[in-house]
């Protein structure tokens, strides 16, 4: 078994061992806190990357060093930066709703976040 496919299986245990746990505690009433969250949130992260990535001494799958790796990751940041702002819209909307405050200034910059970066990487390669 490729160790791509036994770190999958680990992290994916892993994280429903973590997951479960977190339901339990809800389910009993228990507070679910900052660690599980991290902890959840962490897991996903690695199995989605074991699941993406290849290997270079496996020649498995497609490495992040090539540019078709670059490509994907270039084009993946960008439309998840735009799901980031949607979500960011709608707590900034429901912040609003709920309790009166404003958040509008990480709305701001959320939003220029993106052509500001771009305009400075532009600049780098002109």
């Known amino acids: 078994m490729k160790t791509r496919k036994i770190g999958a299986i680990i992290i994916g245990t892993a994280m429903l061992i973590v997951l479960c746990y977190s339901i339990f505690k809800f389910i009993t009433g228990k507070e679910v806190g900052f660690q599980e969250v991290i902890v959840i949130g962490t897991l996903w992260m690695m199995f989605f ?39 960011i819209v709608v707590a900034v909307a429901a912040d609003e709703i709920v309790n009166g405050t404003i958040l509008l200034a990480i709305l701001g910059l959320a939003m220029i976040i993106l052509p500001l970066v771009e305009f400075l990487v532009a600049r780098k390669f002109q």
Do not use: C, V
Not at 62 to 75: A, H, N, V
Not at 78 to 86: N, T, V
């Open 49 to 87: 990357s074991a699941i993406t990535w290849g290997n270079k001494e496996e020649k498995d799958g497609i490495l992040i060093e090539e540019e078709l790796g670059q490509r994907i990751t270039e084009k993946s940041s960008k439309i998840s930066y735009f799901i980031l702002i949607f979500f």
